[in-house]
């Protein structure tokens, strides 16, 4: 590999028909790990889309001098099998088809001599939990055991410079120790877009892409957090001073305006007196107003450069405070949810006996591939059970992984007006602006957003229902939430007042979410199919 594995130059960005998302981007990315942050809406994700040459960059270039793998943050949906997933099914087929006996030269071209392609089809399956089944769907796996597999296969590729984006999003936590494991032993270096702490305190340095372009940190998440905050309190301070200048100035000019004043009024007196010859007191009088229209010109532009070093203070100061996300005070409900003999679809196969009060905040938690998506989405009454019954309040709200509950071609305007009907267009702007969609973003096509606005969309429908959710359904909510947004989570979930099933392998979200009780779903043991 070279010194570098990525250069960009000038780079810049911009979706058709819209401002630039980030212009003026040099990087430069070596071996080692480095790590991407920023509030959602940056553009991380379309960042990464522009290294790999997924996208065409509006401006500048990107150079890249090492072989790439590329793990994205939203994958199409796929109907065919895991191994055809995996792009293996036609060698393993071919295999299959030569030991039994086929001379058929159409099969050894396939295969092209890769007489491993069966047992490295095992391991991949082996290191995501998962049977040895050549005709699995890919559809039937979940979000964690197909990331996993994803990631076997890039890791195996061990000269190649790997571009994560949110890899931990559909981990469990024994998922995310082994993604950080082999972070570590991956020799071709690494990019990790994330806003999981426990991941980033393992990389090298940090990028953060902000409005005024790409700032690198040195060290993880704790030296990233330390020196962020030191630049907060600067920023603080810079604009309190520019203030104080400001209020200086103002006293400045005051004072120079009332000696100009009575400077003309002295003029005027003057003028008065006959014994003046008229020609000098015209020539006065035209100093007079020559040097007011300098005073006011002077004035003028030190004021506006004033009012631009203010704003240039102020931006710097947004940059580093959080978004507004409160998910509100909602009044108390008397809803509460009973399962008895429930036994999901899909994962956990033991009939499930729970009683949630009203008000409890239930942690929902197994491995990948226990069912725990499958279960909320049966509360919710979208699947149906392989046994037993539910009984809930009427109105409950299931933000899933995938945000089905928001049309990706409808804008977040018209997303959150049909999920919280009944407030005034100017009122829906507001809630917007709230988690920082403003003004032409509100009107975007809801698929053009991030993994963290769509989250957060999708939890304004309950902040702003005029009639309250008495039942929230969570299903790992703080995936795709840049790291400010993810601490309001966590103080916004501490004052919901209705009842709560979350779905969770962040430990500081658990902790912050007043959980009263647990309830672990276990991974059905799996029997080992021998296939292709």
Known sequence: MTA????????????????????????????????????????????????????PPTQGQVVRHAALAYLPQRWPAFAGSVAKRLGMHDKLTALQRIEAG??????????????????????????????????????????????????????????HFLILDEPGNHLDRRGRGWLRERLHAHAGGCLLISHDREL??????????????????????????????????????????????????????????????????KADRERGNANLPTILLDRRKQ??????????????????????????ARARVEQHRSQRFDLGELPATHASLQLEGLVPPH????????HLAPGERLHLDGDNGSGKSSLLATILGRLPPRSGSIRRGERALLIDQHYSLLRDDWSALDNLHALSPGHSPTRYREYLAGIGLRAERADLPTGMLSGGERVKLALLALDSAIEPYDLLLLDEPDSHLD???????????????????????????????GITRRL??????????RGG
């Not at 004021?303 to 631009?308: G, I, K, L, N, V």
């Not at 994962?347 to 729970?354: R, S």
């Not at 947004?485 to 501490?494: I, M, N, P, Y």
């Open 483 to 513: 790291l400010d947004s993810r601490l309001l989570l966590e103080q916004a979930l501490a004052t919901y007042r209705g009842s709560l099933v979350l779905v969770s392998h962040d430990a500081g979200l658990i902790a912050q979410a």
């Open 287 to 312: 100093r007079s107003e020559d040097t007011g229209a300098r005073l006011h010109t002077s004035q003028r532009l030190q004021r506006e450069r004033q009012h631009e070093r203010i704003s240039q």
């Open 520 to 529: 672990r779903l276990h991974k059905p043991l799996a029997h080992t199919t």
């Open 347 to 354: 994962g956990h196969a033991q009939p499930i006996d729970l």
């Open 200 to 265: 980033l305190d393992d990389v090298d340095c940090i990028d953060e892409l902000g409005p005024h372009g790409l700032r690198r940190y040195g060290g993880g998440y704790a030296a990233y957090a330390t020196q962020r905050q030191t630049d907060a309190q600067a920023a603080e301070r810079q604009l309190d001073q520019a203030r104080r200048e400001q209020k200086a100035l103002e006293r400045r000019q005051q004072r120079d305006r009332e000696r100009l004043a009575q400077r003309q009024q």
């Open 102 to 159: 086929s001379v058929d030269p159409v099969d050894f071209h396939v295969l092209d001599e890769d007489w491993d392609v069966r047992e490295r089809f095992r391991r991949w399956l082996a290191a995501a939990g998962l049977p040895d089944d050549i005709a699995r769907p890919w559809e039937s796996l979940s979000g964690g055991e197909r990331v996993r597999l994803q990631l076997t296969a890039m890791f195996e590729q061990a000269d």
């Open 4 to 55: 570098f594995a990525i250069l960009t130059h000038q780079l810049g960005f911009a979706p058709p028909g819209h401002d630039l998302v980030f212009h003026g981007i040099d990087a430069r990315y070596a071996t080692g790990r480095h790590a991407l942050v920023g509030r959602n809406g940056s553009g991380k994700s379309l960042f990464a889309r522009l290294l790999v040459g997924d996208l």
